[in-house]
T-cell receptor, first 113, second 108 residues
Framework: DAGITQSPRYKITETGRQVTLMCHQTWSHSYMFWYRQDLGHGLRLIYYSAAADITDKGEVPDGYVVSRSKTENFPLTLESATRSQTSVYFC????????????FGPGTRLTVL | QKEVEQDPGPLSVPEGAIVSLNCTYSNSAFQYFMWYRQYSRKGPELLMYTYSSGNKEDGRFTAQVDKSSKYISLFIRDSQPSDSATYLCAMSANDMRFGAGTRLTVKP
């Protein structure tokens, strides 16, 4: 599939479990981003990556880990999920710099019980 | 105080109405201003992109940026039920900041 995809689309997990959310894009965009979207807060940046093997923290990175071994993939791992990490997670990518138009995936709705 | 403030609504208007959506911000370094539209259970998609102050028009949509007042607006003319969505403002300097989004419903 062309574009940007996320998996799974829905996930229910328990407190303390490790969860990995996947993001894949087919455009060879250099920049990729992870956001969480919560009511009243809008989109908040968790981590971003400017290229393979280059990642950096965003606004709300605590409790999350990312990696980017290949340009097209940018997985987000919650090492020990907490209820406060219940949210909708969006992956985005852009071919230009940080300020360029970002293309978003469909989102992953995560519930931590 | 948040860097970007956006009234979450919800906003409900009849079909054909003119809609005005607004955001204010505090960081004078913001140079790029965007509006994203997000349908229910979907990812945001870019609607309008402007650089610095001024107006930009695209069909029924007009984006305005007033940097002196730190205020941006999106106007939708002849609103349609298909415009029902959440509209997020976004702005960037060295990084991107999003507003909380305004939920709009256009009633037939």
């Amino acid at each position: 599939d062309a574009g940007i995809t996320q998996s799974p689309r829905y996930k229910i997990t328990e407190t303390g479990r490790q969860v990995t959310l996947m993001c894949h894009q087919t455009w060879s965009h250099s920049y990729m981003f992870w956001y969480r979207q919560d009511l009243g807060h809008g989109l908040r940046l968790i981590y971003y990556s400017a290229a393979a093997d280059i990642t950096d923290k965003g606004e709300v990175p605590d409790g999350y880990v990312v990696s980017r071994s290949k340009t097209e993939n940018f997985p987000l791992t919650l090492e020990s999920a907490t209820r406060s990490q219940t949210s909708v997670y969006f992956c985005a990518s852009t071919g230009g710099g940080y300020t360029d138009t970002q293309y978003f995936g469909p989102g992953t709705r995560l519930t931590v019980l | 105080q948040k860097e970007v403030e956006q009234d979450p609504g919800p906003l409900s208007v009849p079909e054909g109405a003119i809609v005005s959506l607004n955001c204010t911000y505090s960081n004078s370094a913001f140079q790029y201003f965007m509006w994203y539209r997000q349908y229910s259970r979907k990812g945001p998609e870019l609607l309008m992109y402007t650089y610095s102050s001024g107006n930009k028009e695209d069909g029924r949509f007009t984006a305005q940026v007033d940097k002196s007042s730190k205020y941006i607006s999106l106007f939708i003319r002849d609103s349609q039920p298909s415009d029902s969505a959440t509209y997020l403002c976004a702005m960037s300097a060295n990084d991107m900041r999003f507003g909380a989004g305004t939920r709009l419903t256009v009633k037939p």
